[in-house]
């Protein structure tokens, strides 16, 4: 079965077709940047990785787009308890671009800030008001919901169901509105905060209300109409209601052709907020289990249910990554050292003489040759079907477990021919990374490391550090055994594992993990 994705405007399963059959051109609803990220946050944008890179694997090219909202009264507000609102924006900025590579989040092809689009949204408004969608009372702009028949049909809300203040993030004077759910487009700005001028008499200057900034700035990256268009399930009302509202009109047919939005992660029925004290940073978490496992965790729930999360859930999840992780390892131990001949890849025809489910990538017709080509070919079966089917990323995981499994039921780490180890090393590795889980080493897998969005060095286990100290101490351990002084090598062995790494004995030698 070919992509199918849940559009959130029809409620529905729907097979995916970009306007462009080679493009998608997706938009995706960044940070408010008055606070850091938080793992809530990561686990949207994690999914959003995860669509992306599924995509490209499908050979689609993605032109993705991400926002920061850079003015905002809580910026404003925060900027005033510290050193200005603009530098407490650009703070925050840096501090999610850094959270977003510490977990293996691939560049946007442009990251946008609201004020950089003032102009374009200063000229929907007034197009707005022109079309008699929009008006002006107190010099600020008001959206009136009641022009706009549609209101409602992308969350499947009726408006006059809806509940009063609800389309506002701050308590507003309900009594200059038309409507109680109408919703401000532009407001005046007090003395000593920002401002900029708009040219026009009833509305002379002021700032951006947070709906019209996503508007203006997917619009004049990505067009009129384009593909995709998400955030978290928090945006779809009010905020993506608001934009379809606002651009449709402008734009004169449907803006966006599918809609997404992954659900909250659930912290045992407590919301996650700064006023409890219980939110945990990306920080938090990555260096206390690692990318690795942060990101297998995010794709154990479906992305339109909720993930619950505590640290034993996470421990549990770091558990059955492990037992994957650890067959990647054996490969990579016996593929190391081993002769060029082992590298030769299997002749194939030219890409247009393949079949189509073979042309993109060119590589992939490699991870199904050998001993175990049947059983790569059938979990890839099962992965694809999987992922094609709404990015059911649980039941993808459930098919990469059954073929780890059988490839151990079936001796594959004493196994004698070395080199029919390398497509299975491959094939697992190509299949990790679609959900963020970059391992593969590039000297046995360039054509995928290339592709990383934190490429590892070369022989280096990725994404670890410390190598050289772990495997230091192990050779004095093996030393220590070798000269029968067995008290030293269990005390090197328990502190390897209370320093996180898992030390296994093997025939072929002592092997170690990150836990």
Same mark, same amino acid.
């Given at each position: 079965m070919p992509l199918h994705v849940f559009n959130t405007a029809s409620r529905a399963l729907e097979p995916f077709v970009p306007a462009n059959p080679k493009v998608v051109r997706m938009y995706v609803c960044?940070?408010?940047?008055?606070?850091?990220?938080?793992?809530?946050h990561a686990r949207t944008y994690c999914f959003w990785d995860t669509f992306r890179r599924w995509l490209e694997h499908s050979g689609y090219h993605v032109i993705g787009v991400i926002n920061y909202t850079d003015i905002d009264d809580r910026i404003i507000a925060g900027g005033e308890e510290s050193r200005g609102c603009v530098?407490?924006?650009?703070?925050?900025?840096?501090?999610?671009?850094?959270?977003?590579?510490?977990?293996?989040?691939k560049d946007y092809a442009a990251y946008t800030r609201a004020t950089d689009f003032v102009d374009e949204q200063v000229s929907m408004v007034a197009q707005l008001i022109e079309k008699g969608h929009a008006y002006v009372k107190d010099g600020e702009v008001f959206y009136e919901v009641a022009s706009f028949p549609r209101y409602g049909a992308l969350s499947h809300r009726v408006l006059a169901e809806q509940e009063v203040g609800a389309c506002g993030r701050l308590e507003e004077d309900i009594a200059r509105k038309r409507h109680p759910n109408?919703?401000?487009?532009?407001?005046?700005?007090?003395?000593?905060?920002?401002?900029?001028?708009?040219?026009?008499?009833?509305?002379?200057?002021?700032?951006?209300?947070?709906?019209?900034?996503?508007?203006?700035?997917?619009?004049?990256?990505?067009?009129?109409?384009?593909?995709?268009?998400?955030?978290?399930?928090?945006?779809?009302?009010?905020?993506?209601?608001?934009?379809?509202?606002?651009?449709?009109?402008l734009c004169g047919h449907p803006w966006v052709r599918y809609w997404l939005h992954p659900e909250h992660l659930d912290l045992r029925g407590t919301k996650m907020s700064k006023s409890l004290g219980n939110v945990v940073g990306v920080s938090d978490l990555v260096e206390r289990h690692g990318v690795d496992v942060v990101r297998w965790f995010f794709s154990t729930h479906h992305y339109r249910?909720?993930?619950p999360f505590d640290w034993d859930l996470l421990e549990?999840?770091?558990?059955?990554?492990?037992?994957?992780?650890?067959?990647?390892?054996?490969?990579?131990?016996?593929?190391?050292?081993?002769?060029?001949?082992?590298?030769?890849?299997?002749?194939?025809?030219?890409?247009?003489?393949?079949?189509?489910?073979?042309r993109v990538p060119r590589m992939r017709h490699t991870y199904t040759t050998g001993k175990f080509g049947a059983a790569?070919?059938?979990?890839?079966?099962?992965?694809?079907?999987?992922?094609?089917?709404?990015?059911?990323?649980?039941?993808?995981?459930?098919?990469?477990?059954?073929?780890? $499994?059988?490839?151990? &039921? +079936? /001796?594959?780490?004493?196994?004698?021919? *070395?080199?029919? #180890? %390398?497509?299975?090393?491959?094939?697992?590795?190509?299949?990790?990374?679609?959900?963020?889980?970059?391992?593969?080493?590039?000297?046995?897998?360039?054509?995928?490391?290339?592709?990383?969005?934190?490429?590892? $060095?070369?022989?280096? &286990? +990725? /994404?670890?550090?410390?190598?050289?100290? *772990?495997?230091? #101490? %192990?050779?004095?351990?093996?030393?220590?055994?070798?000269?029968?002084?067995?008290?030293?090598?269990?005390?090197?062995?328990?502190?390897?594992?209370?320093?996180?790494?898992?030390?296994?004995?093997?025939?072929?030698?002592?092997?170690?993990? +990150?836990?």
């Open positions: 960044g940070l408010t940047v008055y606070a850091p990220m938080h793992i809530g530098d407490l924006a650009e703070q925050m900025i840096a501090g999610f671009r850094r959270d977003c590579r510490a977990l293996h989040i109408d919703f401000t487009l532009w407001k005046p700005s007090d003395e000593g905060q920002p401002a900029w001028t708009t040219g026009q008499e009833g509305w002379p200057q002021g700032r951006p209300g947070w709906h019209i900034e996503c508007s203006a700035m997917s619009t004049a990256l990505l067009g009129d109409h384009f593909d995709v268009h998400g955030g978290g399930i928090d945006n779809l009302f009010p905020h993506h209601e608001n934009e379809v509202a606002q651009s449709e009109p249910t909720k993930l549990q999840a770091a558990a059955g990554y492990q037992r994957i992780k650890r067959l990647v390892d054996v490969l990579a131990e016996r593929l190391s050292g081993a002769p060029a001949s082992v590298f030769e890849l299997p002749r194939g025809s030219y890409p247009s003489q393949r079949p189509p489910e073979l790569s070919e059938q979990f890839i079966e099962k992965f694809t079907a999987a992922m094609n089917d709404d990015l059911d990323a649980p039941t993808a995981m459930a098919a990469l477990f059954e073929y780890v $499994s059988g490839l151990y &039921a +079936a /001796g594959i780490e004493a196994h004698p021919e *070395v080199a029919e #180890l %390398l497509p299975v090393y491959r094939c697992l590795t190509a299949h990790l990374a679609i959900f963020g889980v970059e391992i593969a080493r590039p000297e046995l897998h360039a054509e995928v490391c290339v592709d990383y969005a934190v490429p590892p $060095s070369s022989g280096a &286990a +990725a /994404g670890r550090g410390g190598d050289e100290v *772990v495997d230091r #101490l %192990l050779a004095l351990r093996t030393q220590a055994r070798k000269d029968k002084d067995f008290a030293k090598g269990d005390m090197i062995r328990k502190l390897l594992i209370e320093a996180g790494v898992e030390v296994e004995d093997s025939p072929q030698g002592t092997r170690w993990s +990150a836990r």
